[in-house]
């Protein structure tokens, strides 16, 4: 009876408030991830949040806004750049480390007469392995 009470006759005015609840729990989700992936607060200020998360869902998120909203996207743009930065380094260790880098440093030594050839071909095999 519940669920009869809460939808409307009207399929447009249920989508409707369907898409509301979905945008509040999402809204929700981000507060959570946020508030646990933040590493400056207090693990005690983290309990009250969650806390007041739980007891007051809707005010509480709104607070939550307001309150920490400011340092949500600053702290969502630190995340997101270090895990650029992560993968960025992950694609160049993974391309080789940079062996045309190496080999060339390798050629530019050999014609400076600074290595001998049989070195050259070492350095350019270590390079290529």
Known sequence: MILADLASSNPFLLMLEFFFFFIFIMIFVQCLV??????????????????CLIVALPLTVFV???VRGPGMAKRN??????????????????AGGGSA?????AKELLDAGTITPAEFDAMKAKALA
């Open 101 to 105: 880098d190496q080999i060339a440093k």
């Open 77 to 94: 743009m630190d995340r997101q750049k270090q895990a650029n930065e992560q993968f960025t380094a992950m694609v160049q260790s993974s």
């Open 64 to 66: 939550y806004l307001i």
């Open 34 to 51: 946020d508030l646990f992936a933040d590493h400056e607060e207090s693990g005690v200020k983290k309990a009250i949040w969650l806390l």
